[in-house]
């Protein structure tokens, strides 16, 4: 409801999706955290977000970012909208874009892009970007170019453009590729997708996890403080 909002009035926004492992770098990132709190959406992605919120009496749903992808696609194809992929590779994103064509036909792809790697948010090539996004009409934007990189871009092209919003969704543009294959339905309904993404790919994503559950007993102390927090500000 608020992205169909700011986009039905023409108002740019930022989407970011957090999950453990951007719980740990906003620890250590000074810039990260100043993106993700200049984001105007955050969406739980995935499950220890979920539990955390609910031992800080402030329950959320679970919202991946790759789940986001063809629900914002439609919103923007029934608003007559736009839409640009910036993403991993090429192979990827122009597979990603006949996915969703497909499953959503009245789609309008105005712009594909992968940027060089490793990829700057602050440098040259993000201003060529944004350009390019500009000049393409497009009025929502897909990045997965992980993060901190795609949480920076956004809300510099956010603030560049003005009219346009910023989804920050991950793999989702390598799960519609098939370049990625992402859990299966039941591994998801028993809160495992994060082992199952481990597993496949255990040289990139096991240190990221461990790294994850070494910060968790500390963000839910601080979760069961905010509780106890709001219980003794209550009337």
Not at 84 to 91: F, H, P
Not at 106 to 111: K, N
Not at 172 to 199: C, N, Y
Request: glycine residues 8%; contains cysteine; hydrophobic residues 45%.
């Amino acid at each position: 409801a608020a992205a169909r909002q700011r986009l039905e009035q023409g108002r740019g926004f930022a989407i970011a999706t957090i999950n453990v492992d951007h719980l740990q770098r906003l620890g250590e990132d000074a810039g990260f955290r100043r993106a993700y709190a200049a984001h105007d959406l955050i969406c739980a992605d995935g499950n220890p977000i979920v539990w955390l919120s609910r031992l800080a009496g402030r329950p959320v749903r679970l919202a991946p970012g790759s789940d986001q992808v063809l629900p914002l696609a439609e919103l923007a194809a029934g608003l007559g909208l736009p839409v640009a992929l910036i993403g991993s590779n090429d192979d990827s994103l122009t597979r990603a874009a006949e996915s969703m064509r497909a499953r959503v036909p009245t789609l309008r792809i105005a712009m594909t892009h992968a940027p060089g790697f490793p990829f700057d948010p602050d440098g040259p090539e993000a201003d060529d970007i944004i350009a390019r996004i500009r000049q393409s009409g497009a009025r929502l934007c897909f990045l997965a170019l992980g993060a901190p990189r795609q949480e920076r871009f956004a809300i510099r092209a956010r603030d560049a453009l003005g009219n346009t919003g910023f989804a920050s969704i991950g793999a989702g543009l390598d799960f519609l590729s098939g370049h990625q294959r992402r859990a299966p339905v039941l591994v998801r309904r028993i809160k495992m997708e994060w082992a199952w993404r481990m597993l496949s790919n255990p040289r990139r994503l096991f240190l990221r996890y461990a790294k994850g559950f070494t910060i968790m007993p500390g963000y839910a102390r601080q979760a069961l403080a905010l509780r106890a927090r709001d219980r003794d500000a209550a009337p």
